[in-house]
């Protein structure tokens, strides 16, 4: 449930700007309010549900826990800053985008996939041509060039990117039914040694398609929120509400 304000605003971000593009939202242990109130404001959205059962167990990075004002974070050995915890639940939503990529790929020549606080500020389908002939594009750390932000995969439909997505929907499936849980390897690190090990052509995506502050550009198809720093930047604040409230 708090993540609901976020899709609500970045679905109105979307239907504004860029108003051709198919969308698929997958909701996990969601209100059938909330698909109501989806399918009120937007037409061209599809809704796919999922129940998962949630134990409520937190889990806790090698390197956490973290105590800060009474709220316990992870860090990120990658991005030096704190996350909030995660719980079973959380993974979950997080690493079926994988699962869901794959199944799109069947429909659909290209999927982008951008996480819940994605502003979408342009058109995504007028500057899908960059990613062309490529079989991903991914957005990579500036100081990190191997650690792609699984935030925004763009995927192409090729066998090496179906392969590749079937693979990573595998390894976090098996994860999550063992239990045996890496929080500390990140779906980054792994996604970029599958493009690696199957000799994917990746497409480097610069900060016009993820733009993550800390001061945003007004040229950025996509602004981000990143991490907890999100709900200090009053940039990012001010575009969220603005699609917030249409």
Same mark, same amino acid.
């Given at each position: 449930?708090?993540?609901? =304000? ?25 209100? +059938? ?9 937007? =037409?061209?959205?599809?809704?796919? *549900?999922?129940?998962?059962? $949630? ?10 826990? *973290? ?12 991005? #030096? ?21 794959? *199944?799109?790929?069947?429909? &659909? ?8 606080d994605t502003i979408v500020r342009g058109s995504i389908s ?14 990579? $750390?500036k100081k990190i060039d191997s650690f792609p932000h699984a ?40 996604? &970029? ?7 994917? +052509? ?7 398609? =993820? $733009? ?11 602004? +981000?929120?990143?991490?907890?720093? #999100? *709900?200090?930047? #009053?940039? &990012?604040?001010?575009e969220y509400e603005k699609y917030l409230n249409k």
């Amino acid at each position: 449930p708090k993540y609901i =304000k976020y899709l609500y605003s970045l679905l109105s971000s979307i239907t504004t700007n860029d108003q051709k593009i198919p969308v698929h939202v997958r909701l996990i242990n969601s209100t +059938s309010c909330v698909a109501r109130e989806i399918e009120r404001r937007h =037409k061209n959205v599809m809704i796919q *549900h999922d129940q998962f059962e $949630d134990q409520n167990t937190q889990l806790i990075n090698h390197q956490g826990p *973290h105590i800060t004002r009474g709220i316990k974070y992870l860090l990120s050995r990658h991005r #030096k800053e704190v996350w909030g915890v995660y719980t079973l639940e959380a993974f979950y939503s997080c690493m079926i985008k994988y699962d869901t990529i794959c *199944h799109l790929l069947n429909t &659909y020549g290209n999927v982008v996939y951008v996480d819940v606080d994605t502003i979408v500020r342009g058109s995504i389908s007028s500057n899908i041509n960059e990613v062309r002939g490529f079989d991903m594009g991914l957005y990579f $750390d500036k100081k990190i060039d191997s650690f792609p932000h699984a935030g925004l995969i763009a995927a192409n439909n090729s066998d090496k990117t179906k392969n590749c997505m079937r693979n990573m929907s595998k390894y976090f499936e098996q994860a999550i039914s063992s239990g045996d849980v890496k929080i500390g390897e990140g779906d980054g690190d792994r996604l &970029y040694s599958n493009c690696v090990n199957t000799l994917m +052509s990746v497409c480097r995506l610069s900060d016009k398609w =993820k $733009d993550e502050g800390h001061e945003f550009q007004d040229s950025s198809i996509m602004w +981000s929120g990143r991490s907890e720093r #999100k *709900h200090e930047n #009053k940039q &990012y604040i001010q575009e969220y509400e603005k699609y917030l409230n249409k």
